[in-house]
């Protein structure tokens, strides 16, 4: 059983920058970030293979926002820069058993959660 507690969340304005946390209670075999606004769907953002540092970012993300773990720490961070009105959602970090390269983006495929940290993007 794999604990995720996250933290970093807040309110800030339209080309600002935040950075999320994320705490596992052990070393799951992928680790990534999904986010969900009010009325839509949970969307993938970006997923770490925890052991070979495979990383994929949703379009919508890449170049803006940066995955990065601390080992010593059990700990993966979210770098988020340049940030959109449209980013805007509760960011839940989610962990799985194994990396896979065909269905990282999919939210089914994790078996862990985090409670959720809200991400405000004031324009």
């Known amino acids: 059983q794999v604990q995720l507690v996250e933290s970093g969340g807040g309110l800030v304005q339209a080309g600002g920058s935040l950075r999320l946390s994320c705490a596992a209670s052990?070393?799951?075999?992928?680790m990534g970030w999904f986010r969900q606004a009010p009325g839509k769907e949970r969307e993938f953002v970006v997923v770490m293979n925890w052991s070979g540092g495979s990383i994929r970012y949703a379009d919508s993300v890449m170049g803006r926002f940066t995955i990065s773990r601390d080992n010593a720490k059990n700990t993966m961070y979210l770098q988020m820069s340049s940030l959109k009105p449209e980013d805007t959602a509760v960011y839940y970090c989610?962990?799985?058993?194994?990396?896979?390269?065909?269905?990282?983006?999919?939210?089914?495929?994790?078996?862990?959660w985090g409670q959720g940290t809200q991400v405000t993007v004031s324009s």
């Open positions: 052990g070393r799951p075999s992928s």
């Open positions: 989610a962990a799985g058993s194994s990396y896979s390269h065909f269905n990282y983006y999919r939210a089914s495929f994790y078996n862990y």
